[in-house]
């Protein structure tokens, strides 16, 4: 088994690496690969130095399974080449995800539809992926009717310069912007580029996304997406409108019985998931379910993870696992 990472070096390569280490992925050759400038750079895992190699190096060696972390035009260029050398390409970035011809996994509700001839395989946005990991069991049993999604997004979703801003200016210091303004002590209602219909890339993959992963596109959906000053991970407000009514209690059962979701929900005690706890772990956290009292068959939901693991790094470990374990890597 040889593994490629794309993007080795950036936080979600890091981060792939570290997951990959903390789950004890099998392997026999590891391939850091990433751009031209970073190529010779020494990554360390599990205490052995690796060189960085470039991407044409990298396909000439054939691995078999290539986790992209490095943007979609990287993955628009050199995800077919690779698949073409015969590797598996799991790709992070928002390339592939619509493509009717390209599967698009939350290993927990839909791997079972992935097949030995998928050789690019889509890992959706970070914060579409908790979502869902939360609504899917939900959508199973009342059927879901609307979502309205309200989002507060860490600083490293958007990578390593965002972080260096807000340190910057937490100190006092002149920063490179990567945001149109100050990120630290601030809210900003703009995640991605503004579209001709007034949301946000990052709103409408919210959108797309979830329908596809739920396989219902009769979902009615809208979204809000806030970046904050803040790296643990990301937090959604999400307003789930039923076909059918609900019990509470066995929603919390629900979701608590759910494989890579955790219940935190003891407002009593001032239990409900946040991001600084959620840091560095791989579950869903789940909080604040209450019935919406305006609407008929609506819960309110408080959604937490880290978002440089279950949403990018983990779920594409846990794809790459589902791979080798069903024996679709040739």
Partial sequence: MKLAIVGATGLVGQEILEVLEERNFEFDELLPVASARSVGKQIEFKGKGYTVISMEEAVSKQPDIAIFSAGGATSLEWAPKFAEAGCIVVDNSSAWRMSPEHKLVVPEINAENLRIDDRII??????????????????????????????????????????????????????????????????LPHIDVFMDNGYTKEEMKMVNETKKILGDDHLAITATAVRLPVMGGHSESVNVEFHKDFDLD????????????VVEDDVDN????????????????????RRDESLPNALNMWIVAD????????????????????????
């Avoid at 340190?167 to 490179?176: N, S, T």
């Avoid at 066995?250 to 979701?261: A, F, M, Q």
């Avoid at 991001?275 to 579950?283: F, T, V, Y």
């Avoid at 990018?312 to 679709?328: D, P, S, W």
């Fill in 122 to 187: 889509a890992n959706p946005n970070c914060s579409t992926i908790q979502m869902v990991m939360a609504l899917a069991p939900l959508h199973k049993k009342y059927k879901i009717k609307r979502l309205v999604i309200s989002t507060y997004q860490s600083v490293t979703g958007t990578g390593k310069a965002a972080v260096n801003q807000l340190m910057k200016e937490r100190d006092g210091e002149v920063a490179d912007n990567v945001y149109p303004h100050r990120i630290d002590m601030n809210a």
């Fill in 250 to 261: 066995e929603v919390r059962k629900l979701l608590d019985s759910t494989p890579g979701v």
């Fill in 270 to 289: 001032n239990v409900y998931p946040m991001p600084i706890n959620a840091h560095k772990k791989d579950e869903v956290f789940v909080g604040r379910l």
């Fill in 307 to 330: 978002n440089l693991r279950k949403g990018a790094a983990t779920n594409a470990v846990q794809i790459a696992e589902f791979l080798a374990a069903n024996n679709l890597v040739y």
